[in-house]
């Protein structure tokens, strides 16, 4: 089939990758002349495994393409993907304009039937207001064209996108049309998954309320982590055993430093914010962000409980990105992390195998290393903060021979402790009673 996907940025690059390797035709359509040129020479401007050399496949066999020229796309198009930026405003609600100048776009450039296809995340209502901006944009033209607009949410997690694209758990169509659900079913033909069919609105409220559940699913484990962490229980193995409960699964019950990254923590907000808008306090979603707001408070507060005053203390951060198998630090807990030790007085160092360069920016006092070792050197204290596995990997005697101290505060959970126990670290995770420490 011949799509168009609107937007190049992290959603538009993983939809176009996936929708290519599965056979169909992709044009993919972005404002930024800079950006359309170098993806048409394979450079991505994202981080995620896999996608480049799926990119610079479909781009020599002839399959995909990027332009600036959303009319040049449309003139064949069967189906519009909308994957443009939603960023949060200030009151917690996604600011709408990218997806708003898009649909009057596609209005100004349609001329048969198409069906436009809502990826980004938006709240519930905008595939009928896109289906307003283009109709507006059609009465201009004096033209009656039948269109079909459609919800179909991403599902995608950063770091696995190909992975998940593939293989995914399912693919949710908000449909208003037996037509636009045929074209949709044809699409995904390819994917063996199930295909959940329901209203637009219903499809919209599915991916906030997917990841609103995960983030209180999370931030359940870190407030139990912090109980835990009184009784002198352990959180991993409270993890394990809930988990085994199917009905409960063992998915994202991970206690850590709090989530981050471009979409829980807007997400919720987003959610909060409908609610709010409807008349309903959302108490549950307001506890899930404070809680997560303040669990790098609670991190630090244990920190200090074992190592005293840190002005002055060297403390290296391990991993700096928002988790692992990405460059994206958008919300990360490092970052939080970072900014309260500094106003402590702790000299910080901090790597990342690929974000090194983005925390550079946002703060040029703390020094970055190059690789986990001289990070290491003369440090009283490493921190975990993204479990990649270079650094789960590392050769933790080594590091222990670097080290001025012995301190490793693990707030990933991420590492055996027993064993850096053994090899006479002072181990704390999160949760995991702090009577660990000898
Ligand atoms: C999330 C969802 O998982 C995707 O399904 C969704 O498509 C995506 O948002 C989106 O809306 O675009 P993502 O933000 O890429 O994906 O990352 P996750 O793997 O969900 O992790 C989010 C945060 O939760 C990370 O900071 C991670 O470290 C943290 N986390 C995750 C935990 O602290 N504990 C866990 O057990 C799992």
């Known amino acids: ?169 399912r693919i949710v169509l908000g449909c208003s049309s037996r037509a636009a659900e045929e074209i949709m ?7 063996d998954a199930p295909k959940h069919i329901t209203s637009p609105r219903n499809a919209e409220m599915i991916k906030y309320a997917s990841n609103s559940f995960l983030a209180t699913k999370i931030t359940f484990i870190n407030e139990m982590a912090r109980l835990c962490d009184l009784l002198a229980v352990d959180v991993v193995e409270v993890a394990k055993g809930m988990g085994m409960d199917k009905r409960i699964g063992p998915y994202f019950l991970q206690a850590g430093i709090g989530y981050g990254g471009s979409c829980f923590p807007k997400d919720v907000s987003a959610l909060a914010m409908m609610g709010r808008e409807a008349n309903m306090e959302m108490s549950i979603l307001r506890s899930i962000q404070e809680i997560n707001q303040t669990q790098t408070d609670w991190f630090l507060g244990r920190v200090k409980e074992s190592m005293g005053v840190l002005d002055g203390k060297r403390i290296t951060l391990l991993g700096l990105a928002f988790k692992p198998d990405t460059d994206d630090i ?39 290393s190059e690789d986990a070792y001289s990070a290491a050197k003369d440090a009283e204290a490493v921190v975990i903060c993204t479990e990649w596995k270079e650094i789960i990997d590392l050769d933790w005697r080594t590091i222990k021979s670097l080290m001025h101290g012995n301190f490793i505060f693990d707030g990933r959970n991420a590492l055996d402790g027993d064993m850096l126990q053994l090899e006479e670290f002072q181990y704390w995770g999160v949760g995991r009673s702090l009577n660990k420490i000898v």
């Open 1 to 169: 089939m011949k799509i168009t996907v609107i937007g190049t940025g992290y959603v538009g690059i993983t939809t176009a990758a996936s929708l290519g390797e599965i056979g169909h035709q992709i044009i993919g359509v972005d404002i930024d002349k800079l950006k359309i040129e170098q993806l048409n020479n394979g450079i991505l401007p994202i981080y995620e495994p896999g996608v480049e050399p799926v990119i610079q496949n479909l781009l020599k066999q002839g399959t995909l393409h990027f332009t600036t020229s959303l009319q040049e796309a449309m003139k064949e198009t069967e189906i519009i993907f909308i994957a443009v930026g939603t960023p949060q405003l200030s009151d917690g609600r996604p600011d709408l304009k990218y997806v708003d100048e898009v649909a009057r776009e596609v209005g100004r450039y349609m001329s048969k039937y198409i069906v436009i296809v809502d990826k980004s995340t938006v709240p519930v209502g905008t595939a009928e207001r896109v289906q307003s901006l283009i109709m507006e944009q059609l009465n201009l033209r004096k033209l009656s064209v039948s269109f079909d607009v459609v919800s179909n949410p991403e599902f995608l997690q950063e770091g696995k996108a190909l992975q998940n694209s593939r293989n995914p758990d």
């Open 185 to 191: 079913l044809k699409l995904y033909d390819n994917i």
């Open 330 to 368: 958008r919300e990360a807990p490092s970052l939080k992390l970072i900014q309260k030790l500094l106003t402590e007085g702790a000299i910080v160092t901090g790597f990342d195998p690929v974000a090194n360069n983005k925390i550079k920016n946002i703060f040029p006092n703390v020094k970055i």
